[in-house]
RNA sequence: GGCCCGUUGGUCAAGUGGUUAAGACACCACCCUUUCACGGUGGAAUCGUGGGUUCAAUUCCCGCACGGGUCACCA
């Protein structure tokens, strides 16, 4: 078998949707899983729609994703251009070579015209087409038009009985009626190829064996066997993917803030995380392991597990997976990635950024919640005293007065303030007035952070927030218990 | 509207002509624990609907409903 050469290929917008990324990543994957070609191919052909810097935006995101092509417009390859604008020419040869076959014509139609005749069918409850008017134009009048430089296209001549099918590796074979099929522009009126035409000349021009792409092209793939068919071309394999959606029947779309790669990354999801997500957003494993590195999908992935039906993005699972890799760090890692987060809201250099990490990291499912996790540090926040109450730990208000009491003292009495230390004289003291640990660790933490949920424990807050801190928050806890009681 | 595609728990989904219908996320309970989290155990929760075929249908066929896609000189 011929060796397999898929594709992505996606037009310079600036914004690399999710839905697309995972195009990419399935396209990348099927190459590789057999040991064939990555290829991207940049779709250009709108020059009303060209933004600066979009192709930028295509490489990084791909690169940062590890989803590296092996031909394109900045590596090179064996057949380039990678770019569509730059294979202008040959186009208009292969329109005109269908002309030639009979399988195409030119069409002089007006702009007027058509939307005339669209008007007309729609009044009429008829399904807007063509209505082939050019289609059987004498070779005088062509000529004639031709001569005098009457602006035209190409159009592809549909044939006008029978049926298309076409095979799609998810779906199955697909078949329409010819007659529902209209005779679509091969070539505008500024000789440009439309999106339809460029694609196929590219794919076969370029050895595509694979083509990836949305369930949107569903439709219109029967035209484009034709189209492969009236060039005596061999066409690729099918895979149609499903988009994704909001909800039940909005796709993610670029309002909803999450829909492309770049906001997810804003929102502090690793792009490990993301690429792991949308792998399984459409795509279910064979085994139950749901954790995939890059090498780890190549191995895995396979056509047989692509749905069939839509995926709503669920934002709980990409948060979950998110917080696995966020856990699986090393922590020097995860140190050096947190930093600037905690940095945010806690200016305070003589903290242990080391021992806060540490405890940081299991409670950490985003980064960008970390600001707001350690915000407590450079000042204690105004609190609830109902903080204290704790049904469970049984704390009540009048325990966690006498808890912090008997804890300001002994905190004072130790001179070396490290955390084996701290540890083990706030145990002797559980020790002493024989109560669960959490009747004094409880309102410990309460006093130390005026938070219900911190990073560690009672001991690992004062370690951090250092001997004089501490105590005088305790001391303010007292204060604020003694007020209320 | 025509045509095409789809429909398994709240979400992602596996799977089968006879199964206790996997697993993950979320949820609930319990355990562990220095709170929360992490980890562990357990739980609730699904085959859109109506017909047919069959000894047997979630699985096969047809209709219906619902959802999506598409019908551009956009890609």
């Known amino acids: 078998m011929a060796e397999v050469r898929t594709r992505f290929a996606p037009s310079p917008t600036g914004y690399m949707h999710i839905g697309n990324l995972r195009t990419a990543l399935y396209t990348y994957l099927l190459a590789k899983k057999q040991g064939g070609k990555f290829i991207l191919r940049i779709e250009d052909t709108d020059r009303e729609r060209y933004v600066e810097g979009a192709v930028d935006v295509i490489y990084k995101t791909l690169r940062d994703c590890g989803l590296n092509w092996d031909e394109g417009p900045d590596v090179g390859g064996d057949y380039g251009p990678y770019i569509q604008s730059e294979r202008m020419g040959m186009y208009k040869d292969y329109a005109e070579e269908l002309v030639k076959k009979g399988e195409a014509y030119y069409c002089f139609c007006t702009k007027e015209r058509l939307e005339e005749l669209a008007a007309v069918q729609k009044a009429s409850n008829i399904n807007p087409m063509y209505d082939r008017h050019c289609r059987h134009l004498s070779q005088e009048e062509i000529d004639k038009n031709l001569a005098e430089g009457v602006p035209y296209v190409i159009r592809q001549a549909i044939p006008e009985e029978g049926s298309t099918t076409f095979h799609d590796e998810i779906y199955g074979d697909i078949t329409v009626e010819n007659s529902i099929l209209d005779d679509q522009i091969l070539l505008k009126t500024d ?14 021009t370029m050895g595509i064996t694979h083509v990836v792409r949305g369930n949107e092209y569903l439709s219109s793939s029967p035209k484009y066997n034709l189209l492969y068919k009236a060039f005596g071309w061999e066409p690729p394999m099918y895979i149609h993917v499903e988009h994704i959606m909001k909800d039940a029947q909005h796709k993610l779309a670029k309002r909803d803030g999450d829909a492309s790669f770049q906001d997810l990354l804003d929102k502090g999801y690793m792009t490990e995380a993301i690429l792991n997500y949308i792998l399984l957003l459409g795509w279910a494993p064979k085994g139950e392991n749901e954790i995939f590195s890059l090498s780890e999908m190549i191995e895995a992935f396979d056509l047989s597990g692509i749905s069939k039906s839509p995926a709503i993005f669920d934002p709980a699972k990409l948060k979950a997976i998110n917080a ?43 980064f960008t919640d970390i600001p707001e996790q350690v915000d407590f540090i450079d000042k204690l926040p105004e609190y609830s005293l109902n903080l204290y109450v704790n049904k469970k730990m049984k704390t009540t208000l009048e325990t966690s007065l006498d808890a912090l009491k008997k804890i300001l003292p002994v905190i004072e009495g130790i001179s070396e303030f490290t955390q084996q230390n701290v540890h083990d004289e706030l145990f002797k003291l559980i020790g002493e007035m024989g109560v669960k640990n959490g009747v004094v660790l409880f309102p410990l933490r309460v006093a130390l952070s005026g938070k219900q949920f911190t990073p560690g424990g009672g001991v690992e807050l004062a370690i951090i927030l250092g001997k004089e801190d501490a105590l005088s928050r305790i001391k303010k806890g007292i204060e604020l218990l003694s007020a209320a009681i």
């Open 191 to 204: 000789g440009m190829p439309t999106y339809n035409f460029a694609n196929v000349i590219d794919d076969h």
């Open 324 to 366: 696995h890799y966020v856990r699986a760090l090393p922590l020097d890692e995860f140190t050096k990635i947190a930093e600037p987060y905690i940095r945010e809201t806690c200016k305070r250099e003589d903290i242990d950024i080391g021992l806060l990490c540490s405890v940081l990291q299991p409670r950490c499912e985003l």
